[in-house]
């Protein structure tokens, strides 16, 4: 059974740091995207980064190039998600999902087969 689960929300204030982690269970390392996506109240889940099954290339959605990182260790089967000068804008429910059909690069939601739980992240003003 797969399972994600990710880790690392919480409340910070706006120009702080945070990092988020999402272990990977049930999938072969090295076999899946990862992709981070965010949710706010009442809007749509949105993308906020992915990178390739071997690390190898990394896409950013333009409100948080610069400011946010996503990486990934095989070893661990674990992906990261380095967030530093954080804005309000940013506050949301963060979800990592892996996609074992597109281990390269999945064009959106649909193209990711599991899901994790989901972490919230608030930024205070």
């Known amino acids: 059974q797969v399972q994600l689960v990710e880790s690392g929300g919480g409340l910070v204030q706006a120009g702080g740091s945070l990092r988020l982690s999402c272990a990977v269970f049930?999938?072969?390392?090295?076999?899946?995207?990862t992709g981070w996506f965010r949710q706010a109240p009442g809007q749509e889940r949105e993308f906020v980064a992915d990178i390739r099954w071997n690390g190898g290339r990394t896409r950013n959605v333009a409100s948080v190039k610069g400011r946010f990182t996503i990486s990934r260790d095989n070893t661990e089967n674990t992906v990261y998600l380095q967030m530093n000068t954080l804005k309000p804008e940013d506050t949301a429910v963060y979800y990592c999902?892996?996609?074992?059909?597109?281990?390269?690069?999945?064009?959106?939601?649909?193209?990711?087969?599991?899901w994790g739980q989901g972490t919230q992240v608030t930024v205070s003003s």
């Open positions: 049930g999938l072969t390392a090295g076999s899946y995207a």
């Open positions: 999902a892996a996609s074992s059909r597109n281990v390269n690069t999945p064009s959106g939601v649909n193209e990711y087969d599991y």
